[in-house]
């Protein structure tokens, strides 16, 4: 979303539009809300799609992480426009489904999966299941064998890089769960020979982590991942898939969408550089990069309490409905609904019995009053998806907005 105020007003659309005023579309609404933007979700996916394919004829798939974001409407609206969904439980892929997301669209991530899990994304008929470990890799082929099918799988490798971010969402370095390095190998391949009519490989995947910008790091990950692809090959298997995971970044500290899109198109130029010669179907897993910036959580202020040392503004909403300022020490723009022109500065609270329960710290605001809204910017990641009921409060309500109306 583009914000900006006018009239006093914070309002989203095109600078220099008129815009669609952020309080008309909650000013009906009770408690705290999350707002989507359509619009915003489309045009992040058609630049990525349009860098992945360079102009060129790259068979690749978009495959949403909706992990971090599973709102029926978005996955409906990615699902019209070709995507696929990367989940990571079976709840998910029920959701995905729902939202009607066609099956052949749809892989099952995710490093515990239960054999119930793995029995109904295979009796749905799913893309593929990507594989953690030889254990899981013996259960997917049980689990086949009752079903009289033949599962597609990947494996997903830990190529051991270091990819700069939070430690809380690095997933590719030698010391987290996720994925396999090369001396698991043999057992795979054992276990693949031993049951061919119920397991078939149809490639490889890997990723890294989340919050990425170092296209350097993105590279050598997917090098290391064509080099066990060749090895692979060498072994017998004819690997037609490469999943490349995700991650790509955003700036919460700027509304600066255009060096993001920048980073996607510098992104697809990378990744068509790294797999040239490769005859492969391409998957791709973002999540944050396609719907964090179209999200807002609007709360409102319930006291203004001043301190000696701070002053705190007290919403309805905080930890419980918006994870990442506690969990990750994340930082989102805080934007009230009316700009009165005078400064402050505010630690931004929640209604929870925690110390961790805040939602920015020591920012400089326009002067709030008891009653007045706020906006939470970039919230359309890893937001309501992460949302509890703690000290038994309400979820917040979700509203979808396309072309400036709200369509749910």
Do not use: W
Request: net charge negative.
């Amino acid at each position: 979303m583009a914000y900006f105020y006018s009239g006093g007003r914070l309002k989203v659309g095109a600078p220099g539009s008129n815009g669609t005023d952020i309080h008309d579309l909650v000013k009906d609404q009770t408690g705290p809300v999350y707002i989507y933007d359509l619009d915003n979700v489309v045009k992040r996916f058609e630049t990525l799609k349009a860098a992945l394919e360079g102009g060129g004829t790259l068979r690749h798939t978009i495959h949403f992480a909706m992990k971090s974001n599973s709102h029926p409407a978005i996955l409906a609206k990615l699902a019209s426009l070709g995507a696929g969904v990367d989940t990571v439980s079976g709840g998910e892929v029920k959701l995905a489904i729902e939202a009607g997301v066609p099956a052949d669209r749809i892989i099952l991530s995710g490093v515990a999966k239960t054999e119930r899990e793995i029995e109904y994304s295979l009796s749905q008929g799913i893309k593929q299941i990507n594989v953690e470990s030889p254990q899981e890799l013996a259960r997917i082929a049980s689990v086949a064998r009752k079903l009289g099918k033949t599962a597609d799988v990947a494996f997903r490798m830990n190529p051991d890089v270091n990819p700069k971010t939070h430690p809380y969402i690095t997933t590719g370095f030698r010391e987290n769960k996720f994925g396999m390095d090369e001396s698991f190998l043999p057992e795979l391949i054992a276990i693949l020979r031993d049951t061919p009519q119920h397991l078939r490989l149809r490639g490889l995947t890997q990723h890294i982590g989340s919050q990425l910008f170092d296209l350097a790091v993105m590279k050598e990950a997917i090098e290391k991942t064509i080099k066990v692809h060749r090895h692979l090959e060498t072994e017998g298997f004819q690997l037609d898939r490469l999943d490349i995971g995700g991650g790509i970044g955003i700036r919460y500290e700027t509304g600066d969408e255009e060096e993001e899109l920048s980073l996607v198109r510098d992104y697809g130029r990378m990744v068509r550089e790294a797999i040239r010669g490769l005859d492969v179907e391409l998957l791709t897993e973002p999540g944050r990069v396609l719907v964090a910036r179209s999200g807002l959580l609007i709360g409102e202020v319930q006291y203004i309490k001043r301190a000696p040392a701070k002053t705190f503004a007290i919403l309805d909403t905080g930890m419980h409905h918006l994870m990442r300022p506690a969990l990750y020490g994340a930082k989102h723009r805080v934007l009230p609904l009316h700009d009165r022109g005078a400064k402050q500065n505010y630690d931004i609270c929640g209604p929870i019995c925690e110390s961790s329960d805040f939602l920015a710290k020591d920012v400089t605001l326009p002067e709030l009053h008891q009653g007045d809204r706020v906006a939470i910017a970039d919230a359309g990641a890893y937001g309501f998806v992460m949302a509890s009921r703690y000290n038994a409060h309400e979820l917040p309500r979700e509203l979808v907005v396309e072309n400036g109306v709200i369509v749910n």
